[in-house]
């Protein structure tokens, strides 16, 4: 429905529904089957590709502004997108087989790169409590944070499966 309705994603008034999907697709992403995590992680594309990015990154960089919005990505940001990030990294591991999901993990996690690459950094003139605010912000969800993420993955791989080359 998602790939062929995508003004559904979109549309303010199936804000719920939509918030809804994404949270379940989110949590199939632990479902011990394969085509269930595949079919998850697509929803999960669709929804991410229907998402306004510049409101996204403004909320990121303004997280006390985020209390006054509806949606997924939208009422907190930070944790939705630190939480699906995590999910996205556990889905990558050794010997890896499934490429269709290997694909769409990636495209996933590509797509927020590219929203956390546009967070501010840390300015040094501002003031303290500001200051602390886009530390927590930056040291928890920033692009170094996801590579970091990413390098524990490939060195799980190199310990573990020194063979493998799915990650």
Known sequence: MSAHCTSFLTDEKYNDYVCSFAEYGQSFLAHPHVWVRLAATQLVGFILAALDVDR????????????????????????????????????????????????????????????????????????????????????????????????????VEITQAPKSTSV
């Open 56 to 155: 996204v990154v403004k909320l990121l960089n303004n997280p006390e502004n985020d209390d006054s919005q509806t949606g997924y990505m939208y009422s907190k940001p930070v944790d939705t997108l630190r939480s699906l990030t995590l999910d996205l990294v556990a889905q990558i591991h050794p010997d890896m087989t499934f490429e269709q999901l290997a694909d769409q993990v990636v495209k996933n996690l590509i797509f927020i790169a590219k929203m956390l690459k546009s967070i501010n950094k840390l300015d040094v003139g501002n003031n303290e409590q500001n200051d602390e605010s886009n530390r927590k912000i930056n040291n928890n969800l920033s692009l170094p944070w996801l590579v970091r993420k990413l390098r524990r993955a490939v060195n």
